[in-house]
């Protein structure tokens, strides 16, 4: 695992650098489509009481619930696949709750049932159960150190065998690195968020660096997954629920065959372009 340190060694250097000078660049060709324009749906005041009498604490109800049962039958789930299947339900019923029907396409090409690592854009909370819902397998998800704060979520996250990094001090995370990557090698599927966080603005943010050490350490596919609509159901900072049709787009995998630590500059720019093309097609 000499590899595995020295990268997050290479990692822990980069974090002190500005952003710009290490995260993956917006290809010049790709022209994105602002995310202000809407579909000309208007959200007033009975959307607004929808949301926050209706939508809202039936989520929080969810979650609490949920988050209780998880903590019990956390003790007899040694790999986290019984608690994938009770963050699914979860998952589940809130999107049965928000009247926001979801689009899949492309996902029909990929084989499942080999291990890759899906790279999604994050823009909305609401992101996660969505992913839960329409991928129909087992995975586990790359997740920051701060989520792991809130009491019912964080609980479950460490418990259900996620994947936790610590953006400002990478060499902590070397045992979940260490874990995924076994993980990935014995078949389980991973979900990363490359952009490091929600987008402000609904556009595909720059990529952290380091993003892809993963998928090519294991040798396997990246497959690119857009979500189209989150951002208008639930952007930062407001609990206001706009529910509105979704897709989720997925994109062919992209392969790391024979990559080494120093392709990941090169490989996140294509993953970052093949992004915005299904963003935009």
């Given at each position: 695992?000499?590899?595995?340190?020295?990268?997050?060694?290479?990692?822990?250097?980069?974090?002190?650098?500005?952003?710009?000078?290490?995260?993956?660049?917006?290809?010049?060709?790709?022209?994105?489509?602002?995310?202000?324009?809407?579909?000309?749906?208007?959200?007033?005041?009975?959307?607004?009481?929808?949301?926050?009498?209706?939508?809202?604490?039936?989520?929080?109800?969810?979650?609490?619930?949920?988050?209780?049962?998880?903590?019990?039958?956390?003790?007899?789930?040694?790999?986290?696949?019984?608690?994938?299947?009770?963050?699914?339900?979860?998952?589940?019923?809130?999107?049965?709750?928000?009247?926001?029907?979801?689009t899949v396409t492309g996902l029909e090409k990929i084989d499942?049932?080999?291990?890759?690592?899906?790279?999604?854009?994050?823009?909305?909370?609401?992101?996660?159960?969505?992913?839960?819902?329409?991928?129909?397998?087992?995975?586990?998800?790359?997740?920051?150190?701060?989520?792991?704060?809130?009491?019912?979520?964080?609980?479950?996250?460490?418990?259900?065998?996620?994947?936790?990094?610590?953006?400002?001090?990478?060499?902590?995370?070397?045992?979940?690195?260490?874990?995924?990557?076994?993980?990935?090698?014995?078949?389980?599927?991973?979900?990363?968020?490359?952009?490091?966080?929600?987008?402000?603005?609904?556009?595909?943010?720059?990529?952290?660096?380091?993003?892809?050490?993963?998928?090519?350490?294991?040798?396997?596919?990246?497959?690119?997954?857009?979500?189209?609509?989150?951002?208008?159901?639930?952007?930062?900072?407001?609990?206001?629920?706009?529910?509105?049709?979704?897709?989720?787009?997925?994109?062919?995998?992209?392969?790391?065959?024979?990559?080494?630590?120093?392709?990941?500059?090169?490989?996140?720019?294509?993953?970052?372009?093949?992004?915005?093309?299904?963003?935009?097609?």
């Open positions: 695992m000499a590899e595995v340190n020295s990268t997050i060694g290479e990692l822990d250097r980069k974090a002190g650098e500005r952003p710009e000078q290490h995260a993956t660049r917006r290809p010049a060709e790709i022209k994105t489509e602002p995310r202000a324009q809407q579909s000309g749906r208007t959200y007033g005041l009975l959307s607004r009481l929808r949301s926050y009498l209706f939508l809202d604490p039936l989520i929080w109800l969810y979650s609490l619930v949920m988050g209780a049962m998880s903590i019990l039958f956390g003790f007899f789930d040694r790999d986290g696949r019984i608690l994938h299947r009770f963050a699914r339900l979860w998952s589940q019923l809130i999107m049965k709750t928000i009247f926001s029907p979801v499942t049932s080999k291990p890759h690592v899906y790279a999604v854009n994050h823009a909305s909370a609401l992101d996660i159960p969505v992913l839960y819902v329409y991928l129909p397998f087992q995975f586990r998800i790359v997740f920051k150190k701060e989520l792991l704060k809130y009491p019912v979520i964080g609980g479950h996250l460490k418990r259900s065998q996620q994947v936790c990094i610590d953006q400002q001090n990478p060499a902590s995370s070397i045992a979940s690195i260490r874990s995924a990557l076994k993980g990935l090698k014995e078949g389980m599927p991973l979900v990363i968020f490359p952009e490091g966080g929600r987008t402000p603005d609904g556009e595909i943010k720059l990529f952290l660096p380091g993003a892809f050490f993963l998928a090519i350490k294991a040798q396997v596919d990246i497959v690119p997954v857009v979500l189209i609509g989150t951002f208008e159901l639930l952007p930062m900072n407001t609990y206001h629920i706009k529910c509105r049709p979704l897709e989720m787009r997925v994109g062919a995998p992209i392969s790391t065959a024979g990559m080494k630590a120093h392709d990941i500059g090169a490989l996140s720019e294509k993953v970052h372009e093949e992004m915005e093309k299904l963003r935009n097609a």
